[in-house]
């Protein structure tokens, strides 16, 4: 598969459709983060766990949790729903530490980097040719 690099202004693309690899659904639309449901994950790291919701503007890093997360750890990141880990056994290509995954529809991903403070992310796209169509649907935002 080859490789095509395509710069977007931060917050152009808003995820719509986020699920974890068995399925579930990420979304939660009851917390809204820019106007946008948030994608919702459980994180735990030390003795601490609880609920983060991802900003789903892809570049926007305003996401949202009850928990205090000290700069630069590495959390474990999991499904809500069936508690399946989103992590990846690709390493951050900034930092080192392990990564996350989410799925979207036909077959797209997000990547990014399980550290704090890393903004390191990846956006996959499957169907090309239907997504960069989106792009001037709605307010001119990919809608994924």
């Not at 700069?71 to 508690?83: A, D, K, N």
């Amino acid at each position: 598969m080859e490789d095509i690099t395509i710069r977007i202004r931060t917050g152009a693309v808003h995820v719509q459709h986020a699920t974890c690899p068995a399925g579930c659904s990420l979304m939660a639309p009851d917390v809204s983060i820019g106007g946008f449901p948030s994608i919702r994950v459980t994180i735990a790291f030390g003795s601490e766990r609880g609920q983060l919701y991802l900003d789903p503007g892809y570049g926007s890093f305003q996401h949202q949790t009850g928990l205090t997360i000290p700069p630069r750890t590495v959390v474990e990141m999991s499904c809500p729903t069936c508690g399946e880990s989103l992590a990846q056994d690709e390493p951050c290509a900034d930092c080192g530490a392990r990564t996350f995954r989410l799925s979207l529809p036909q077959g797209g991903t997000i990547t990014g980097c399980l550290r704090a403070g890393c903004h390191r992310h990846k956006l996959e796209l499957a169907d090309l040719d239907g997504d960069l169509l989106r792009l001037y649907e709605r307010d001119k935002r990919i809608i994924l």
